[in-house]
Each structure stands twice: as C-alpha cells, then as structure tokens.
C-alpha cells in the first residue's frame, strides 16, 4: 500500500540517489541520477531530476524527505519544498539542505555537527532543543573555501606557475597533464577558458592531490593542511554558535572519504584546533556510519579510515533514518553510548590562513 511507502532523496551537486521505502526500511526501489543544482539550471529543471527517479513508483507515499544540493538560504528551501510538494508525490514533504542527511547518517544523536566535503563544503550544527547552525555556503562569496572544487582549482594555480617559472617545482604540473591528457597545463588553462572543458571538472584534480601529498610535494601538502582547517575551522564554529560542549562530529563527502591520513590527521588534531572530539558509533544497514576521530587517525588503511562514514556510498544509507526523524520520531532509535574525546567545543578556533592561491605559507 502506498500509505506505508515512504520515499528518501540525497541530492548531491555531482550526484542524487533516490530510495522507495516501506516503514521498516525494506527497499522496495531505488535511482540514481545527475546532480541536484536548482542555482545553476534552476529549482525546476533540478526538481526534473528528481522526477525522473521517483518515475514508475507508486505515487503518492506516505512521506518524502529531500535532503539537496542548493537548499542553503530559508527563501531556498521553501521555493525547493513548494516545488516538490506541487509535484504530488507524497502526503507529507520535508526539504532540507543535503548536511542534513549526513547528520542522521553519521550519529544517532540529535545533536552533533557535520560537514560535507564533496564537489563543495558545507556544514551545520544541531543542538537537542532543535536550534540549527548553517551557513550560505556560496563559495568564496560567503567565505568559503574547500571540496573538490576549490582543490582543483589551486591544484590548477599551482601547475600552471610551476609551468611558467612564477612557481616552485611540484608534482601537481605532471598529475594535470596527466589526468587530462594535455601537452602543457597551459593547454589546460585555455579549455576552460574557451569553454570547451567545462570548470566543474577541476575537481576531478583532488585525488591526483592526495597522491601528489602522499609522495612528500610540499604544494599538494599545503592544499590538503588548507583544506583540514577549513574543515575544522566550519564544525569548530557551527558548534561554537550552539554552545555545544561535546558533540559528535560527522564528515562526509567524497574528499574525506577518499582517507587520506594527512587530512584526517590534522582535521582531528586538538593541538591545532581540530575537532578531536568525539564520535558516535551508530548503525544503519549493517554499516558502521561513525567512528571516534581518535579511531580515524589511528587506522592505516584507508577503507578503515574513512570508507565507514558516510560519503556518497553510505550517505544513501541514511534512508531509514531520516525518513524516521522526519515522520515517524516514534520508531526512532535511543541514542548509544558515546566515544568521548577531550572537550570539543572549548578548544580554540583553527588559526587564520590565507587559502591558496591567496600568498599561502611556504
């Protein structure tokens, strides 16, 4: 019956999954489509996406819960909410921005912080009493810096002074012309520019900048110790913002899951500011979806670093879970004893640094 089907979406800048649900969690379909960006194609050609996933299931269900790309601003989520509701598609429509969905994936606590590193970076706080901490999240306009992105582009900077002679030698010069089978990096720099490779696909640069991190560039390693302390820097002030005095931390997004330890490291170091705090242990599907940060930077192997939490693998197994919190609080689970680290919220904010390419430290 469609009254006990409940439908779950994650729509991710790059990517958006799609759950039909019944009431206990049993997957009864699933879809998988392009990327949710209602501020570059507009709320109605993105909500088109999400049409095409729910396509062919039985309609309308119980509830839906869309947790998307884009929905930053209050005048945001409400044209996204209305769009979806016009839709028809469910009795009972919750819209909210995609940190959302990583925060029930990560901890079966109702407060807590997450961070979303993937093509972008975003972040939002949750206190118990239901008070939220979000942010604009518009890019460099509202200060921020971080995700594939953003890594990609200064991976770009760097390999293109390091072409001309403006800058020191780095393995970023050969893993550009690499990934993108160009002559020069220069070459690189004019597709963009023309138009015929379009910038969104910079991001596909983060790996090579982990690899280039791990094999000792001094670059890469200044782009991935930026990036730990924007992490850091965002849960350290969405929690500030709420008073929280030891909340879980969940991180997720393809940038962290791809484990590299250097992040990981200096994301979760106290001494600089980090938030080594705790984590909840909390399942869904069978997978473990939090880890204590002291578990992350202690493992060796990148599956056990980071392929437990929630990226964009294991972000869709929040299905049951935010499907629960939003319509049925009754079926939701107690919360779990927690892996307590030293005081998250008292520790002191990351230190300023210029973001690359903006005269980074050498």
Same mark, same amino acid.
Request: proline share 6%.
């Given at each position: 019956?469609?009254?006990?089907?409940?439908?779950?979406?994650?729509?991710?800048?790059?990517?958006?999954?799609?759950?039909?649900?019944?009431?206990?969690?049993?997957?009864?379909?699933?879809?998988?489509?392009?990327?949710?960006?209602?501020?570059?194609?507009?709320?109605?050609?993105?909500?088109?996406?999400?049409?095409?996933?729910?396509?062919? +299931? &039985?309609?309308?269900?119980?509830?839906?819960?869309?947790? /998307?790309?884009?929905?930053?601003?209050? $005048? $945001?989520?409400?044209?996204?909410?209305?769009?979806?509701?016009?839709?028809? +598609?469910?009795?009972?429509?919750?819209?909210?921005?995609?940190?959302?969905?990583?925060?029930?994936?990560?901890?079966?606590?109702?407060?807590?912080?997450?961070?979303?590193?993937?093509?972008?970076?975003? #972040?939002?706080?949750?206190?118990?009493?239901?008070?939220?901490?979000?942010?604009?999240?518009?890019? !460099?306009?509202?200060?921020?810096?971080?995700?594939?992105?953003?890594?990609?582009?200064?991976?770009?900077?760097?390999?293109?002074?390091?072409?001309?002679?403006?800058?020191?030698?780095?393995?970023?010069?050969?893993?550009?012309? $690499?990934?993108?089978?160009? !002559?020069?990096?220069?070459?690189?720099?004019?597709?963009?520019?023309?138009?015929?490779? &379009?910038?969104?696909?910079?991001?596909?640069?983060?790996?090579?900048?982990?690899?280039? #991190?791990?094999?000792?560039? $001094?670059?890469?390693?200044?782009?991935?110790?930026?990036?730990?302390?924007?992490?850091?820097?965002?849960?350290?002030?969405?929690?500030?913002?709420?008073?929280?005095?030891?909340?879980?931390?969940?991180?997720?997004?393809?940038?962290?899951?791809?484990?590299?330890?250097?992040?990981?490291?200096?994301?979760?170091?106290?001494?600089?500011?980090?938030?080594?705090?705790?984590?909840?242990?909390?399942?869904?599907?069978?997978?473990?979806?939090?880890? &204590?940060?002291?578990?992350?930077?202690?493992?060796?192997?990148?599956?056990?670093?980071?392929?437990?939490?929630?990226?964009?693998?294991?972000?869709?197994?929040?299905?049951?879970?935010?499907?629960?919190?939003?319509? /049925?609080?009754?079926?939701?689970?107690?919360?779990?004893?927690?892996?307590?680290?030293?005081?998250?919220?008292?520790?002191?904010?990351?230190?300023?640094?210029?973001?690359?390419?903006?005269?980074?430290?050498?």
């Amino acid at each position: 019956m469609t009254g006990e089907l409940l439908i779950a979406i994650d729509g991710g800048n790059s990517k958006t999954d799609a759950r039909l649900v019944r009431s206990d969690g049993t997957v009864v379909a699933a879809g998988s489509g392009g990327g949710f960006r209602p501020q570059v194609h507009g709320v109605a050609a993105a909500v088109e996406v999400l049409a095409g996933l729910v396509a062919g +299931w &039985p309609l309308p269900v119980r509830g839906l819960a869309a947790f /998307l790309a884009g929905a930053d601003l209050p $005048e $945001e989520v409400l044209a996204l909410q209305a769009a979806v509701e016009e839709r028809g +598609w469910a009795k009972e429509v919750h819209v909210a921005n995609d940190t959302f969905a990583l925060f029930h994936a990560g901890t079966a606590s109702r407060e807590g912080v997450a961070v979303v590193c993937g093509t972008g970076i975003n #972040c939002v706080g949750v206190a118990a009493d239901g008070r939220t901490a979000t942010f604009p999240a518009l890019g !460099a306009l509202s200060g921020d810096w971080g995700g594939g992105g953003d890594v990609g582009r200064a991976a770009l900077w760097w390999a293109v002074r390091a072409e001309d002679g403006r800058g020191p030698a780095t393995l970023l010069r050969a893993a550009v012309i $690499e990934h993108f089978g160009t !002559a020069t990096v220069q070459d690189v720099v004019l597709a963009v520019h023309r138009g015929e490779l &379009p910038e969104l696909r910079l991001a596909q640069l983060a790996p090579a900048v982990f690899r280039a #991190c791990d094999a000792g560039d $001094e670059v890469a390693a200044l782009l991935v110790d930026v990036l730990a302390d924007e992490i850091a820097a965002m849960a350290l002030a969405a929690s500030g913002r709420l008073r929280l005095a030891d909340p879980d931390v969940v991180l997720g997004g393809a940038i962290p899951a791809a484990g590299n330890a250097r992040l990981l490291e200096r994301v979760g170091a106290p001494a600089r500011g980090g938030v080594g705090g705790r984590r909840r242990a909390g399942r869904r599907c069978g997978q473990v979806c939090g880890r &204590p940060v002291g578990e992350l930077v202690s493992a060796t192997s990148p599956r056990n670093t980071f392929s437990a939490l929630p990226g964009r693998r294991l972000r869709i197994s929040f299905l049951f879970r935010f499907i629960v919190f939003a319509f /049925l609080p009754s079926l939701a689970p107690a919360n779990q004893a927690a892996v307590r680290g030293s005081g998250f919220a008292s520790r002191p904010a990351s230190p300023v640094r210029c973001i690359p390419p903006l005269s980074p430290e050498r």
